[in-house]
């Protein structure tokens, strides 16, 4: 079913997941070029563009005014799409509140080495959106921060309410999922499958009126695919998205965030009241006023917290953990977090003869629940 426009735009892709945040500014100017070049090639080889892209290799904007100038002198109008387009900004802000702290310094850093760049791509595209780029698509896990001056009109489409239900699986997507890639499954067997992939992978939604939950569709598709490869032999399973290196260093960084305005036992069994910030971006982290409410916005965005169903008409919106995969990973997050406690814990737990580390955790586990939260 293609829509009215399709096939009357050229269609300049970017991807900026392979943006080295050491070195943002030449390694983003490399990509962005490696995109155009690709583009000028294809168009000019089918005919659809008069002259090729001339590359600046020093400048970036420079090479988007010329692929620009290309595209009007040949009569067409550009569809931009950029896929990952935080990837980069989001390593950063992880490696430069690690370095400077939340405060000014951290900030000041974040747009010094990379997010200025990024704002200065939004400004050229920006200009070109009046009179060559007509349809623009970013994609990424949290909102880019875009400034005031750069790409201000974008509109974030995650919470609209028309495209809430297209974020994830639902429960007959799963059922269907499971009928096509196993029909000789018999009912009892699809239904331990179905109970355990609602366990670890089922629970997100955007907003207390989202009434059906949604599974994540990555940690689906992993269970599948161990369940054909190995049976009944498949390894417990684990959401890539919580894999280490890089998720698990964004688990840490909330948990360790949050020691300072939320016990992190909340973060792994209580409910924490939520007000969605507006216009919400990674810069809202270094802003003290809107930071406790930015760090709970960071983890609902990522899907470490979801909104509560239904809602709790006297506190309002609250967050809690989607499923049991989640609040593990922040107990194991917490447990890291707080080592000396933990070697003390496990000092303890020896002593008394408790032979499995798996034991020692659970004793952990149980002292963290007694501790009582800061956000209730």
Known sequence: NPSATA???LVLTMDFSDVDEKDVHRSFTDSVNASISKFSKKYRKAGLLHEAVAINDKSF????SRMAS????????LSLIVDEADSFSNRLFLQVSHEKGLGDAGY???LQRGVSTLRHFGRVVKSESSNCIERMFFTGVLPVAWSTDSLNT???LTDDPAFQQTLGFKSSDIDELLALRFPAMDPEERAKHLAAIHRTCNGYRRSSSQVEALYNPQGVWFYLDQLEDMGDQMVPHI???VLPPVPDEVVAFLVRQAEATYSPVCLMDETIPYEPLHGFSTADLFDERRQPQALLSMAHYLGYLTVQYPKDEARGDMLVAPNEEMRSEFTDSVLR?????YQSWAFTAMAKNVPEAVAVKDAFDAYLTGIPPKCA
Do not use: M, Q, T
């Not at 904007?61 to 988007?64: E, H, I, K, Q, Y």
């Open 108 to 110: 000041n850093a974040f």
């Open 70 to 77: 290309a595209v009007r002198l040949s009569g067409h109008k």
């Open 154 to 156: 974008v509109k974030n």
């Open 7 to 9: 096939g009357k735009y």
């Open 61 to 64: 904007a420079s090479s988007l």
């Open 239 to 241: 959401d890539p998205n």
């Open 337 to 341: 977090s707080l080592p000396e406690l």
